[in-house]
């Protein structure tokens, strides 16, 4: 059997492998922390994720400038060293009114920056094969900090469509103007869906699974 985080991997490995293929999502690594209200001027946005996702960030910065027609936005970037030296050098322009600051990730700098920050960022490419497999960890992880968020519509995110704001449709200047007012959405998702996300839901799960397969 094989064990993966996400619905959409495991619809595409059944095309090459013959047994059971069973979905374990990725355990939240932060506790719940309702949602707080700042008056930062300007709004301040926090984007979080592995170094190879910061190609998608790059792309979605002029996108974004766009749809926030110059209104400024304080942008906290996290991840690896070297990718975010790699992605200051790659970035040609930036968008006017958007100012980047960056940081070195680790699970407390998520946190802190999480706590200053008005809501999250995490725009991605649905269309690219590399991303039609990863969790949903890191839109759960941002609601789990009490972050608003607005993300690109990726396959596992869909199931959670209610909760975050989709920067395909538009609706991110509402958000960088009054995080405040998509905090319900957060509180929602809070109460309905993060408790099957910590550990001792996923734990129950890995059980089952394992039990299941013992007696196969």
Known sequence: AMIVPSSSLAIQLQAYFSGPVLVVPDTL???????????????????FGH????????KALAPIGQQLRGAPLELRVLS???????????????????SLKAGDWSLAAMQAHAAECDFCLLPSDPRDPRKMGV???????????????????????KEFSEFFVDL??????????APARFHDMVIR????????????SMQMRWLEYLQNLMKT
């Open 29 to 47: 690594e932060v506790p719940i922390t309702p949602p707080v209200r700042h008056n930062h001027t300007p709004p301040r946005a926090l984007w």
């Open 51 to 58: 170094g190879t996702n910061l190609i998608h960030l790059a």
């Open 80 to 98: 690896n060293r070297q990718a975010i030296e790699q992605f200051k050098r790659a970035l040609t322009a930036i968008p006017d009114g958007i």
């Open 135 to 157: 969790s949903s960890n890191r839109l759960l992880t941002a609601l789990a900090m009490g972050l608003p968020v607005a993300a690109s519509p990726l396959a596992s995110y």
């Open 168 to 177: 395909e449709v538009g609706g991110l200047s509402e958000l960088v103007s």
């Open 189 to 200: 998702a809070q109460k309905t869906v993060l408790p099957d996300y910590l550990v001792p």
